[in-house]
């Protein structure tokens, strides 16, 4: 008995999981500087981008190449009108002294923009933003 139900609930989360991966939106972005993204300093590379619809909106980043990646959980979700006026979707990263981080993730118009924690940075330190377009890799 203990036997069966260790298989069902092996197969049930299996089948969460496989859902899960069903509904996710895929991207890829080539970032060509590194960058900080879930706490970890990410090398610069293609990334694959994954986001699960859900109520938590998790996004999952990964370089195969540099064998590195995240699990990413959104601080805050806006409405979606803070995105590009030409409705590309686009990672943004906010850089101060030679450093960026992750600072948002716009999928398009019906998406909500996802906002990530950053970093303090020094008192007087500027900060610029460089955004990087996401090419949709699975069609809807």
Sequence with gaps: MKSMTTKLMITAAAL???????????????????FRAGGKTMA???????V?????????LHNYEAKQGAV????ARGD???????????LTFLCASSRCSLAH?????????????QPRTGKG?????AEIRLVKLNGD
């Design 125 to 129: 330190e500027q900060i610029s933003a």
């Design 80 to 90: 979606g009108r803070n995105g590009p006026a030409e409705g590309n979707p686009t």
């Design 44 to 50: 610069p590379g293609s990334y694959t981008i994954q």
């Design 72 to 75: 990413l959980l959104p601080s």
């Design 52 to 60: 699960r619809d859900s109520a938590t909106y998790l996004v999952f």
């Design 105 to 117: 993730l716009w999928t398009g118009p019906a998406s909500p923009d996802l906002t990530f924690n």
């Design 16 to 34: 969460a999981i496989a859902t899960g991966v069903a509904s996710a939106q895929q991207y890829r972005a080539d970032i060509p500087f590194a």
